[in-house]
C-alpha cells in the first residue's frame, strides 16, 4: 500500500537558520511524484514544491529544496534562512498511480525570533 | 495565479440539515477534489472528478456526494449532515493528469450541531 509518513510532530528553528522537515514514502509505482504544501494558521493549503520520480536533480524553489534520496525513499523538504512567517503546518504528499494524493500527517515548525 | 475559491469559510449546521459546499476554480483546471482534514488524520480525499459530469470516489465518500455540471465548479454534498461530519473541507483543482500539481481553496470550516 502507498504510504507517506512524517515521523516529526512538531519542530523548532531559530530565525535565520535552516532545517529539514522529513518525510519517507512507501510505493511501488515505478513513476510517482512527491509534494510539500505549508498550511499557515489561516487554513489555506501552500503548494511549496514539486519532485518527479525519474527527475535527476533535486528540485527547489528560492529557500526551499526538496532532498530527494530515490533508493532510501525519502524526499525531505530544506528550509533555509528560516522566517518568523515560515511558522505553519507543513504536510508532505505522493502521488499515486491514480493521480490522486496521499497525505502525510503533517509537521508543525514554529520559527523562534 | 491560480485561483480557488470556497462559498464560505466558515459554516454552521444542524444534524440531518442537507450542506451544500461549493468550489470554484478560474483557471480551466481539467481535475477537482475534496478534502476534509481532521487533527492527527491529515487530508483525506473525499471525491474527485476528471471531467465534467464525472466523478469518482475517494478514500471517505459514505455519507458525501459530488457534481460536476461546469468544469470550473465542483460542489459537495451532505445529504444529511451528522456531528461527524464536522471538519475543514477543502477544495483543490489540478490542470491535468500529466500536471498534477494541486491548488488550494481557503477551506470551509464546518460545525454540525
Known amino acids: 500500500a502507498q504510504k507517506i509518513t512524517q515521523t516529526q510532530p512538531g519542530m523548532f528553528v531559530q530565525e535565520k537558520e535552516a532545517v529539514t522537515l522529513d518525510c519517507t514514502y512507501d510505493t511501488s509505482d515505478p513513476s510517482y511524484g512527491l509534494f510539500w504544501y505549508k498550511q499557515p494558521s489561516s487554513g489555506e493549503m501552500i503548494f511549496l514544491i514539486y519532485q518527479g520520480s525519474y527527475d535527476q536533480q533535486n528540485a527547489t524553489e528560492g529557500r526551499y529544496s526538496l532532498n530527494f534520496q530515490k533508493a532510501r525513499k525519502s524526499a525531505n523538504l530544506v528550509i533555509s534562512a528560516s522566517q518568523l512567517g515560515d511558522s505553519a503546518m507543513y504536510f508532505c504528499a505522493m502521488r499515486d498511480s491514480s493521480y490522486k494524493l496521499i497525505f502525510g500527517s503533517g509537521t508543525r515548525l514554529l520559527v523562534r525570533p | 495565479d491560480v485561483k480557488v475559491t470556497q462559498s464560505s469559510r466558515y459554516l454552521v449546521k444542524r444534524t440531518g440539515e442537507k450542506v451544500f459546499l461549493e468550489c470554484v476554480q478560474d483557471?480551466?483546471?481539467?481535475?477537482m477534489f475534496w478534502y476534509r482534514q481532521d487533527p492527527g488524520l491529515g487530508l483525506r480525499l473525499i471525491y474527485f472528478s476528471y471531467d465534467v459530469k464525472m466523478k469518482e470516489k475517494g478514500d471517505i465518500p459514505e455519507g458525501y456526494s459530488v457534481s460536476r455540471e461546469k468544469k470550473e465548479r465542483f460542489s459537495l454534498i451532505l445529504e444529511s449532515a451528522s456531528t461527524n461530519q464536522t471538519s475543514m473541507y477543502l477544495c483543490?483543482?489540478?490542470?491535468?493528469?500529466?500536471?498534477?500539481?494541486?491548488?488550494f481553496g481557503p477551506g470551509t470550516r464546518l460545525l454540525v450541531l
Open positions: 483557471m480551466d483546471h481539467e481535475n
Open positions: 483543490a483543482s489540478s490542470p491535468s493528469r500529466e500536471q498534477e500539481t494541486q491548488y
